[in-house]
């Protein structure tokens, strides 16, 4: 009696059916047959309760079959589809009103799916959710309202009590841009094609000579031994190392599209780890704020991307500012060997670039340094109207400035032998994919 | 119900008891509504005189009037009466007070006492009222008659200004008490084969006037002038029937009023209990973190906008430009005299006028102290025709 109760609801239509008849009683204070008219319908609203509770509660056995499909991790910034499966045991059509109770950090209170299911008809409807920030993300009921064709009152079932997803770092753009860099086809993504100098070339085998061959290649000597023409094959550099280094100081608070830069960095540090890995380099991470946090050491394992981002997933902080001077001693003590270090970080002035300047400088010394930071999109909003008011055009001027100076930057850090990656958060993973293809192209470390 | 409400329910249980208990255990307010109704044992209600009405009239039947006089006199018999309305103002229409002369006519008495009387029956019986001149806290009152009269007055503190008629010289009246300006409050008027009395002080007949001042006969004394009749005591014409509390009695009286009404609640409750109950969890209010860029960026720019250095934005403006330039087309407009504009224009798209403008600015601006403030919009909007035009 009492989950009777719990589970019963009242739609609108029978509001509208009482305020009907209420207008009938009240018309009937003064020509009685209305009266006579409401009481009759009374009656047959009445009935119609009492006939649509004994449809819908005929049987204690569940008469709609529901699930939730939840994935075993969403992925941070990307739009995860979650499926709902639902069957309609009833011998009639419902109609179903499908209320899933969402993590909280989507912060939405009016989910609403409407669906009509025929008799014995099962389909899977499905939603989108972004995630914005890493962690665990706890779903509650999957409420689904039934409702018949009087529609009068409604039944709540409730299923999948309790589910909870951590959401990872992205592994879908993970997934996406290796197939990509695996089979070169980048170049629809933005990702540029950097022309290979061949001062990088490292000795592979040597092979019989096939027509096409670069004949600049043949190996004389080879040939000489074998009486068949012999060329020598190069690849790329293997091996390298790609260490992504993540500010997780104050600077990096700053949401755009509601995730953080840490967030954004997090992810594009994911995707840059996997592909060097691919292209056989071996991929590390460090990130600190005020201290370090974690140090994951460059390696090719093959369980080292699920390292990656176990580390990652984990990453906590306070965004606090964040100590380069620490950064340094620690890199110069950990990483011995000649390494890329893509810094991720953030500058909104030329000043607080100068305070770090000397780091980068000393770390350049031993490494490829790129220095990756963000353009403030949110700046544009300010810059792209016309000015009407002398106001306005100070706020577009400062605004101009803080643009203006984040090109100084760039400039600063190029004097001083530091590569720089300037670009809006939105475009931060293909701009360090495009900086590490060139970077390894050129044959800089 | 939840474990963790608990504690919530405790203390609006808690809160709904001590609330109660003050409410029981407070001490009442007085009321003071001027309100002379018969079932009032309030100061101002008529519960004393009321329930001694028998001793006044003894052995006759005492009946009281809840409708209109007309209403009440329509299915009544001849017998005569006496009847006593007591009221604050007594606003008879021209159908009540034919009613009412037509009882006198007939031999009934009728007693009113009241501040105020309806303008056809104090045209008819030719009174008026008039407040004391005077506005004293002590009311004196006494009675014409030898036998009634007190060689002390009656005083009544309580009840200042009271009115007085002012009526004169009219063979029919009667005086019968007067006040200390000996100006009558209360007379009797024949009118056919009955009387009218009437008077102006209807605080004698409160509760307060009857126990308190120990003033209580003068009150016994007015109504003893009446014969001893079957009474009529009436309870419409009072101060407080117009705001008539039970508007809904008459609701409920009609049946399809009350269907409706309760059709009403009962739709109100099931509104309550099924369809406003929870369709989800609650969601707690997790604030996200602000991209604060915007605000940022107008303190600062409100920062240089007090110190209205416009020159300084002016710079600031073409060194942005000249930068832009710069990266898109690889010239430098800045301090460099040998720049060729129709070139530029040609290799930019950009309106030669329009450089030219820049250009004179340019070389304007260095020589100049300071700018206005319509010098710099004129330097912003070419900037952002230039912006515009490169693009």
Known sequence: ?445 | MNKKDIKYYIFIVLILTVTIIVEIYKPKPVNWDFTLEQKDKIPYGTYVIFNTLDEVFPGKKTEVNKKTIWEFFKKKDKTLRNVIFISESFDVDKTETAVLLNLAKEGNNIFISAHSFGKSLSDTLRFSTKYSSLYDTVSFLNFYNKNLKRTSPYKYKKFAGLKFFDKTNNSDVELLAFNKDKNPVFFRQKYGDGFFYISCVPEIFTNYAVVTEKNYDFAYKMLSYLPVRETVWDEYYKPFRKINKNSLSYLLSQDSLKDAYFLLILFTLLFAFFTAKRKQRIIPVIKPYKNKTIEFVKTISSLYYKSKNHKDIARKIIIFLNSFIKNKYNVNIIDNESIDIEKLSEQTGINSELLKKLFFYLSKINKLENISENQLAEINRTAEKIYEQAK
């Open chain 1, 1 to 445: 009696m009492k989950s009777f109760f719990k589970s019963l609801y009242l739609s609108d239509r029978i509001y509208i059916a009482a305020a009907i008849i209420i207008v009938f009683f009240v018309i009937g204070y003064y020509v009685s047959l209305f009266y006579a008219a409401g009481k009759v319908l009374l009656l047959i609203l009445a009935s119609l309760v009492i006939i649509d509770i004994l449809l819908l509660y005929n049987s204690s056995v569940f008469k709609i079959k529901a699930k939730r499909r939840l994935p075993a991790k969403l992925s941070n910034g990307d739009d995860n589809k979650i499926d709902i499966y639902i069957k309609n045991n009833y011998k009639f059509s419902v109609y179903t009103e499908i209320i899933d109770e969402i993590p909280f950090q989507f912060q939405k209170r009016d989910f609403l799916i409407k669906k009509k299911l025929g008799t014995g008809e099962e389909v899977t409807l499905n939603y989108i959710l972004r995630p914005v920030k890493r962690g665990e993300y706890s779903f509650g009921n999957l409420n689904i309202y039934v409702s018949d064709f009087i529609g009068i009152i409604k039944r709540r079932f409730i299923f999948d009590n309790n589910a909870k997803v951590p959401v990872y770092p992205s592994f879908i753009q993970m997934q996406k841009y290796e197939i990509k860099a695996v089979s070169n086809n980048l170049s629809d993504y933005g990702i540029k094609k950097i022309r290979k100098i061949s001062n990088n070339r490292e000795f592979e085998q040597i092979k019989s000579y096939v027509a096409g061959d670069d004949f600049r290649t043949v190996n004389w000597k080879a040939t000489a031994r074998r009486s068949q023409l012999m060329v020598n094959q190069y690849q790329d550099e293997k091996a390298q190392r790609i260490y992504s280094i993540i500010d997780m100081g104050r600077t990096m608070k700053m949401p755009f599209e509601g995730m953080s830069l840490l967030d954004y960095a997090v992810n594009a540090a994911l995707v840059i780890s996997n592909i060097a890995l691919k292209k056989d380099d071996k991929a590390g991470v460090i990130t600190f704020s005020k201290s370090i946090h974690s140090i994951v050491p460059a390696d090719k394992k093959n369980n080292q991307i699920s390292k990656i981002s176990e580390v990652l997933y984990k990453q906590q902080t306070n965004y606090d500012e964040a100590n380069f001077e620490l950064l340094y001693t620690t890199v110069k003590r950990k990483i011995t060997q000649r390494s890329l270090l893509l810094v991720y970080t953030n500058f909104e002035g030329f000043v607080s670039l100068e305070r770090q300047l000397k780091y980068f400088k000393q770390l350049s010394k031993n490494h490829l340094v790129v220095v990756i930071f963000f353009k403030n999109s949110e700046l544009n909003k300010l810059t792209e109207h016309k000015a009407k008011t002398t106001l306005d055009i100070y706020n577009k001027a400062i605004a101009e400035k803080f643009k203006y100076e984040k090109q100084l930057i760039v400039k600063e850090l190029k004097k001083n032998g530091v590569f720089s990656v300037l670009t809006e958060p939105q475009n931060l993973t293909v701009e360090t994919i495009n900086k590490y293809l060139e970077m390894k192209a050129t044959g800089l470390f």
